[in-house]
């Protein structure tokens, strides 16, 4: 897998029933790196939405799919020489087939560098 070693699962706790905050270390070491882009490393949005999928499985539980994303908005570029943790604050709505969430990722100084809304769906092979 690709994301192996790319990322640590520092902190992941809830703030209530529906509030869930991860923070996560990005390797910027990972061979990632090397592609996207030398010299100049760049996070992927891709990975960073990966991170978000992984971080709302382990809280739950249940191996999820992407359904539905919406309203996403990439606000920094994340150099991971500069500043490698990210605080994830993940508000989930359960729905009758998964779950609606609405994802705030930043740094820790508060400067936004995602929001999106996302529909996920429990795998169907669970």
Known sequence: MLLDDFYEVLDLKSEDDQTVIALVKINEEHRIFEGHFPKNPVTPGVAMLQILK???????????????????????????TIENI????????????????????S????????????????????
């Open 54 to 80: 992984n971080c709302l499985e382990i809280h739950l539980g249940e191996t999820l799919l992407m359904q539905r994303l919406s309203h996403v908005k990439f606000l920094t570029v994340v150099d991971p």
């Open 86 to 105: 990210l605080t994830f604050t993940i508000e989930i709505s359960p729905q009758a087939e998964g779950f609606k969430i609405k994802n705030h990722t």
């Open 107 to 126: 740094f820790r100084d508060g400067r936004s560098i995602l929001k999106c809304n996302v529909t996920f769906v429990k795998h169907p092979n669970q």
